[in-house]
């Protein structure tokens, strides 16, 4: 690793390159994004980007974190659509008295950082989070797709929005509705492009830029009709984007005549919740991609963001939350400090100044559609899907919160989902209300150091969401780099939040050098496979084995093998591969394992799920891979299908520097094969001919060498048995041609 940045001024002084260029194609990102976000809010536009210049120079200043990015995101715009609905009065004043609540929640997230409650977004249940997250994407889509259209619902229902964007779409204007499908193709192919020349710039700005020549050719300057196919439509400036010249016309200030209404307080709880839970769930994501491994001050934090939120709404700006996308990007291009922060808010008001006659001529529909692009993402089928994989009872949590959250506001969405998780973990636990609460709080639940250093966490009772605070206090207690047995033996309930909370810190203290070990789930059931999913037991009960877990132990006890269908936390080889490497691994479990005892080569089988993007935005996968461990040194280097297409391999072959690896005598070896790696001397000598063709005559696999092992997958899918046993024979034959190899 890397030597780490130094912090502070010396920081500035030693790594002032790097963040620059970092925050240049992060300002390029949040330009576009800040002005969609404002406007989907029902916000003037310009409250995005002084929101996005307080995120960067304000929050810099007083910070727990090092690399991330801070500015408005697409969490605010409901809790700002929600406080200008229940504050309109009819005076014009309705946002000038949602920035007196952005200031009021400023300032008790700032007391909440004081007395170190930074860990109190911990206990909101996942599920619930995830339901919220999808109705703000559904109320953004709402809102969004009638601008992206041309169209217009005056209802102040979502469900209804939807419902007119459907009504109303012979109305739709067909010269917006061509601007905006052109958006939306470059949102979904972008990354497919091959040309250097479209990745100069980001994706939203592309979407921006390449409107702007169809303003000129529609002519949208002047109100005049156009026709299509012999019907006029209305196109004019109406439909561009509307800034002042002078930024400091867009200065508002708060308005807090409302402060002693209910709905000004809804607002101020609304605003406070989101943004803290966010804020605070994407500072631990980007710990977990930062290469040199730092730690996020989550209280310190806490009273930053408070600071910046309080500062944006006294001259007009939007709540600030850390942006994940962004942190991402910031990462990615090398940023290494916290001033990469301040760099890109500095830009942001060069390009604000610079840009802004340019940016009056980009019609609406533009940032509509980026806005209508990410709405779906929150809450496309893949995320119903995702949600299901981890257990029907986290669907039911979800679609609960997010029907409630539409149909009602997002606080009462939130409570209300928390309620339903409650209610149904204690009909799952079948116990008295009583006593289901004394199992949360009075669990005997404790801490014990052994004589060797190490510490045995004993939990007990029902281990849900309520009980996380406790066990973070126990947590606290242990130094880092201790080992660590978590027993979850004498549990009766342990919720999806409580083992993410617990997996999380498996991680944590692992990185210090602990060897964390969480134990005493055998007996525990659960309607997914998903190793974090919810478990109960029930006494005298024992853990089913499903089909395919029977098939598998059937097959071990046949041929010999080992195999264990229990959760293995220990996953650390596979991070010694490349694919591993980028991608967080949950776990593995129905290990089989075996040994080539002619070859000595030993090799395991095993289902891996892990983890592919970030926060929110993560999606969990699960397959099937062989690990071979070899007696003999090969080259490292990575091999996969030709021109493969699916998303889950957009980042395998990020090595920097490698290129693809042809064999002249073996046109059709090169057609079918990516091969990349280092050293490609070293590669073309492995790559035998027997090994070429060997590789030509059988399936396809991923294959990857980390110089003493080969990782051996096929789809990102659970392997059937047949599979399984053609993995083993596959492997067989492989091991022994490198066997014998000079």
Partial sequence: MEITPEKGFKGLIENWQSDLIAAVSVSLIALPLSLGIALAAGAPAMSGIISAIVGGVVTTLYRGGHISVNGPAKGVIAVILLGIVLM???????????????????????????????????????????????????????????????????????????????????????????????????????????????????TPMWVVALSIPFVYFFNFFDQHTLSFFGKAYEVGPNLLLDIPDNIMDSIMHPNFSKINTIEFWTTVVSILIITSIESLAIAKAVDKIDPYKRKTDLNKDLIGIG????????????????????????????????????????????????????????????????????????????????????????????????????????????????????????????????????????????????????????????????????????????????????DLSETRLVGITYMDYLVDYLNIQRATGGKVVISGLDSHVSSSTYNRALKINFA????????????????????????????DWNTDYLKKFHFFEIRPIEGKYNCLKGTFKDLDVSWEIADVTFNEGQAFTAETFNTTLMVLKLNRKIPVFTMEKEAVLEKIFDKVMAFTGYKDIDFDMYPDFSKKFLLMGNNESEIRSFFSDDIIRFFESRQIYHLESNGEALVIFDKIKLARTDETIAFIDYGKELATLIDIMD
């Fill in 540 to 567: 005298g009960s024992g853990a089913k084995l499903s089909q395919r877990q029977k098939r598998l132990r059937n097959l071990a006890t046949e041929k010999n093998y080992q195999y264990a269908s229990q959760v």
């Fill in 88 to 202: 309109d009065d009819g005076s014009g004043q309705a946002f000038n008295y949602v920035l007196a609540a952005v200031v009021v929640s400023g300032a008790i997230q700032v007391v909440l950082g004081v007395l170190k409650l930074g860990r109190l977004a911990d206990i909101f249940h996942s599920s619930v989070i995830h339901g919220i997250l999808a109705a703000i994407g559904i109320i953004i889509f709402a809102k969004q797709i009638h601008v992206a259209l041309g169209t217009h619902s005056d209802s102040p229902s979502i469900i209804q929005n939807l419902i007119d964007a459907v009504l109303y779409l012979p109305q739709a204007n067909p010269f917006v509705v061509i601007i905006a499908l052109v958006g939306l193709l470059l949102l979904l192919f972008h990354s497919k492009i091959s040309s250097r020349f479209f990745h100069i710039l980001p």
């Fill in 307 to 486: 600071l910046s939120t309080m500062v944006a709404g006294l001259i007009g700006g939007l709540p600030i939350i850390a942006v994940i996308i962004r942190s991402t990007v910031n990462i990615h291009n090398g940023a290494k400090t916290k001033w990469s922060n301040m760099y890109q808010g500095l830009l942001l008001l060069v390009f604000i100044v610079v840009l802004s006659p340019i940016m009056r001529q980009v019609p609406l529909c533009a940032f509509a559609i980026l806005l209508v692009y990410t709405g779906f993402k929150l809450a496309s089928p893949a995320v119903f899907k995702q949600i299901y994989n981890q257990g029907i009872e986290q669907l039911i949590f979800f679609v609960g919160t997010m029907v409630l959250t539409l149909y009602t506001n997002l606080l009462i969405g939130l409570l209300g989902g928390l309620l339903l998780a409650l209610v149904i973990h204690m009909l799952l636990a079948r116990v008295s209300i009583s006593r289901f609460f004394k199992m949360v709080y009075k669990s005997r639940t404790k801490l014990i150091k052994r004589p060797d250093g190490s510490f045995d966490l004993k939990i007990r009772g029902i281990a849900n969401f309520l009980g996380i605070i406790k066990v973070d206090k126990l947590v606290a207690q242990i130094p880092s780099g201790a080992d660590v047995n978590i």
